[in-house]
T-cell receptor, first 113, second 115 residues
Framework: DQQVKQNSPSLSVQEGRISILNCDYT??????FLWYKKYPAEGPTFLIS?????DKNEDGRFTVFLNKSAKHLSLHIVPSQPGDSAVYFC????????????FGTGTRLQVTL | EAGVVQSPRYKIIEKKQPVAFWCNPI?????LYWYLQNLGQGPELLIR????????DSQLPKDRFSAERLKGVDSTLKIQPAELGDSAVYLC?????????????FGEGSRLTVL
């Protein structure tokens, strides 16, 4: 049972444009959501997070939006840069299980020149 | 500050052989995790330690996998005997257990190939 889903395995965006990566979840107990970025042959690195009490969190070029009623979150990257090309994982944790992250399957983003 | 260190980075073994992976977490991080990442999938938790205590090992296949975290610092994950389906990347991560946010710091992973 995949509790965190990233339905787009890949995405290609031109440099300077907006990249939108989507994530859906099924477990209503999740209350904290994170995005991780992974380059080849490296471990995932934390990018940005959002608590369920918010609907938006922004950090520079990265913004995460949370729609609790739809159980959906998205990561916006504006403007996209070639260095953003990586696999992006959505992850979630639940109340009382803050240390246990459930990951999605990832979306490979390619930013083209 | 040094990150999470894992070794070996790559390991190729024949099926039925044993293998061990080592992890040194970020200094001061009480919580240590071992994750399994299959090709095209997200990381899946195998075991979580709070100091030297395994507090969540429900996803660890205990018939062939074992882990330990002596003295609450370094950790070792062992597979014996390895099977073809164990080919994957084994990721170690650590976090500050005082942080509620769940942000984990990952090592580069140990890629296992079982022939």
């Amino acid at each position: 049972d995949q509790q965190v889903k990233q339905n787009s395995p890949s995405l290609s965006v031109q440099e300077g444009r907006i990249s939108i990566l989507n994530c859906d979840y099924t477990n209503s107990m999740f209350d904290y959501f994170l995005w991780y970025k992974k380059y080849p042959a490296e471990g995932p690195t934390f990018l940005i997070s959002i608590s369920s009490i918010k609907d938006k969190n922004e950090d520079g070029r990265f913004t995460v939006f949370l729609n609790k009623s739809a159980k959906h979150l998205s990561l916006h990257i504006v403007p996209s840069q070639p260095g953003d090309s990586a696999v992006y994982f959505c992850a979630a944790s639940g109340a009382g299980t803050a240390s246990k992250l459930t990951f999605g399957t990832g979306t490979r983003l390619q930013v083209t020149l | 500050e040094a990150g999470v260190v894992q070794s070996p980075r790559y390991k190729i073994i024949e099926k039925k052989q044993p293998v061990a992976f080592w992890c040194n977490p970020i200094s001061g991080h009480n919580t240590l995790y071992w994750y399994l990442q299959n090709l095209g999938q997200g990381p899946e938790l195998l075991i979580r330690y709070e100091n030297e205590e395994a507090v969540d090992d429900s996803q660890l296949p205990k018939d062939r996998f074992s882990a330990e975290r002596l003295k609450g610092v370094d950790s070792t994950l062992k597979i014996q005997p390895a099977e073809l389906g164990d080919s994957a990347v084994y990721l170690c991560a650590s976090s500050n257990s005082g942080a509620h946010t769940g942000e984990l710091f990952f090592g580069e992973g140990s890629r296992l190939t079982v022939l």
